[in-house]
Each structure stands twice: as structure tokens, then as C-alpha cells.
Nanobody
């Protein structure tokens, strides 16, 4: 089994910064891509940012220029550096990963348990 463990959420004032981390553990051959989604109360879960094993990134328009996604392939870890936070960034942030457990099997998608980010005005 594969588990995604997130950390780094919390309460921050508008304009502040937070850094989220997510580490995948278990039987892992490769992970591609890894990324972050978020879900605010009453809203659908939405893409925040993803990154491939080669370093190609994709961002939601709402976070471009403020958030940076990165990863450490050796540690199976993805990070989300969030700067210039706004109250509308308040949500539960979920780590997501497509994991291959061997070169002979297809990938499976996994979600973390989520970490709360609250931005006060």
C-alpha cells in the first residue's frame, strides 16, 4: 500500500507564507506526477499545482506568481511554497500522486488526508 502524508498547514495572516510538504511511503517504483489540490467549504476540489518527475509544472491561474511547487524525487516528496497568501486561499489542501508500484503494473492515483490552510484578513 502507498500512503501520502502531508504537513505544514496552519493559520496565517493575509500576505504571509506557508510551506506544505507531502511524502509518499510504501512500495514505490515511480511517481508521476505529484501535486496539490484544494477544497474550500461548499466548493469542488480544484487543482492548485502539479509537477512531473522531470520538473515540468502546471499551476492554477489563481496561484501563478505566488505559489511554487517543487519535488525531491529521491525522497518521494513534493512541496508547495505559498507566498502572498490571500483569504480566498483558505481551504483544505490535498496531496495527490500517480504511483507506479513496479515497472510491470499500471499506475494508481492516491490522495493524502488533507491539511487545513486558513488565511485571515
Amino acid at each position: 500500500q502507498v500512503q501520502l502524508l502531508e504537513s505544514g498547514g496552519g493559520l496565517v495572516q493575509a500576505g504571509g507564507s506557508l510551506r506544505l510538504s507531502c511524502t509518499a511511503s510504501g512500495t514505490i517504483f515511480s511517481i508521476n506526477p505529484m501535486g496539490w489540490y484544494r477544497q474550500a467549504p461548499g466548493m469542488q476540489r480544484e487543482l492548485v499545482a502539479t509537477i512531473t518527475s522531470g520538473g515540468n509544472t502546471n499551476y492554477a491561474d489563481s496561484v501563478k506568481g505566488r505559489f511554487t511547487v517543487s519535488r525531491d524525487n529521491a525522497k518521494n516528496t513534493v512541496y508547495l511554497q505559498m507566498n502572498s497568501l490571500k483569504p480566498e486561499d483558505t481551504a483544505v489542501y490535498y496531496c495527490n500522486a500517480d504511483v507506479w508500484r513496479s515497472r510491470y503494473t499500471s499506475s494508481r492515483n492516491y490522495w493524502g488526508q488533507g491539511t487545513q490552510v486558513t488565511v485571515s484578513s
